[in-house]
């Protein structure tokens, strides 16, 4: 490939054309032929490096102020314009795509996976990125790192999906993707907003700016579904509202009228039931799937709403909900005997609110709940995550969850300021094995044991090290005998 099949006339200017390897913002990857994109970031401003870059082979540098640089390219936003030159790389994929985005902070990976099956299911070839891995309709599941990737990956992805001949793409839209423009430009059939709760303001410093980072998506909608049952979801339905933006809005609501909303809403442990009603066309539609709780309700009709603007026949997106098979991770029965063991991602303290309160409902006897707060992230968040235990468990075992670099004690003592005063039995181990053993070794007849925090994830993060950890074969293995 040459550097004028990807940088166009208009933004050449002094460049000399020659080959290219690839497109990288990461200096310790650098090869001679790359194009290195200059990120200015918290601790490291890439613009400082961009003629070592240069010495060592690159083909061009990515800028945006003006260096004096020889084979530079001036932009006004380079993370922007890294997302443009993905694109141009691989071909510009997303042309043969017709793209869906969720965002919020809890129910992205569930109300994706929904919408992926019932696209599969509806006749339409749909591929998936998101937490719980890249999905590119091919023989392979590729694991995730992260929920949106970065360009030079995310834009593989998509080629991947388009030579394997995907007709849909539902990704998660997480708000650093949507800060740092990982997807620019791209133009979505349909736009997702299922919730917004604190977390990740080690990232935004403000829910202002996280609900911000969110709302940018809409931007680039056609369709945009919100949950107005969410005080941020109503905020941004009145914003877009009156904007005029153009963006056609669809209202979803599982406790009151919107264009889709549930009545008769039946929970039971294995599932939910209830009628789909449509305001648009004054009928109801028997909707009954394997997934707990009522949070689920309002992440199906999210997911119904966006695959009938898509273009399924609500119809046949109803009859396809019966038969999605759950999302690993994601109120997951890993044991079901004397006592269960149910596994979930939840990370936040509404996260926690909502699968603990579905659980408390149907438990006979005890409810149990490991669970920690990740390190190096939104350490706001940790006490209120302790007060939500305590209020629905009756013993809580706190332990460690991707601690990175912090330690994990210290992020353990905050959590457990959450459970001063509070009717609860709570211990904690810093060894997330020992902590989950020990919680199984209490189980009983009736007991619910709740896995909180790690989902699909089958490692630990501790320092930069992705350490093998898997509750899921740590439950089948603790409890092969009983």
């Not at 109503?234 to 509202?241: N, P, Q, T």
């Not at 006592?339 to 408390?360: F, N, P, R």
Request: charged content about 25%.
């Amino acid at each position: 490939m040459r550097l004028f099949d990807i940088v166009y006339e208009d933004e050449r200017g002094g460049l000399v054309d020659r080959e290219i390897n690839t497109v990288t913002d990461d200096t310790r990857k650098l090869r001679e032929g790359d194009i290195f994109i200059a990120i200015t970031g918290r601790n490291f401003d890439g613009h400082s490096v961009c003629g070592e870059m240069l010495e060592k082979g690159a083909a061009a540098v990515v800028v945006e102020k003006d260096l004096g640089l020889p084979q530079q390219i001036v932009v006004k936003n380079s993370r922007e314009y890294y997302s443009v030159l993905a694109s141009r790389y691989y071909g510009n994929p997303t042309k043969s795509l017709k793209l869906i985005a969720v965002t919020g902070t809890n129910g992205k990976t569930t109300t994706a996976n929904i919408i992926q099956h019932i696209m599969n299911e509806t006749g339409h070839k749909c591929g998936y990125i998101g937490t719980s891995g890249y999905d590119v309709c091919g023989e392979k599941i590729y694991e995730a790192r992260l929920t949106t990737p970065y360009q030079m990956d995310l834009y593989g992805y998509f080629r991947e999906m388009v030579d394997n001949g995907a007709e849909y793409c539902v990704m998660e839209a997480s708000s650093q993707a949507l800060s740092q423009y990982r997807f620019s430009g791209e133009r979505f059939v349909c736009g997702i907003f299922t919730n917004l709760t604190q977390d990740h303001l080690d990232w935004h410093g403000t829910m202002e700016n996280y609900y911000k980072a969110k709302r940018s998506l809409f931007k680039f909608c056609d369709n945009g579904i919100i949950n107005i049952g969410d005080k941020w979801g109503k905020r941004l339905y009145e914003e877009l509202s009156s904007a005029k933006s153009g963006i056609n809005l669809v209202t979803v609501n599982s406790g009151g009228l919107a264009d889709f909303f549930s009545v008769n809403i039946k929970l039971r442990p294995g599932g939910v039931s209830y009628w789909l009603s449509s305001a648009s066309d004054e009928k109801s539609f028997p909707v009954s799937f394997p997934m707990p709780g009522r949070f689920n309700v309002e992440n199906s009709l999210c997911a119904v709403s966006a695959c009938c603007k898509a273009g399924a026949d609500i119809r046949d997106v109803c009859n396809a909900l019966g038969t999605v098979k759950g999302v690993c991770g994601r109120s997951e029965v890993l044991y079901d005997g004397k006592y269960a063991v149910i596994c979930d991602y939840a990370h936040t303290e509404d996260g926690l609110q909502k699968i603990l309160s579905t659980l408390k409902e149907f438990v006979k006897n005890r409810l149990i709940v490991v669970f920690g707060a990740a390190g190096e992230r939104d350490a706001g968040k940790r006490k209120a995550m302790g007060e939500c235990v305590a209020e629905y468990a009756d013993i809580a075992v706190v332990t460690s969850d991707n601690p990175r670099f912090e330690d994990p004690q210290k992020i353990i003592d905050m959590v457990l300021e959450g459970f001063e005063g509070k009717d609860c039995t709570v211990k904690s181990f810093i060894d997330r094995l020992t902590a989950i053993e020990y919680a199984v070794g209490l189980g009983e007849e009736g007991d619910i044991i709740a896995l909180c925090g790690k989902g699909h994830e089958s490692y630990q993060v501790i320092g930069d090290d992705y350490i093998p950890f898997s509750e899921h074969d740590i439950i089948k293995e603790l409890t092969k005998n009983i």
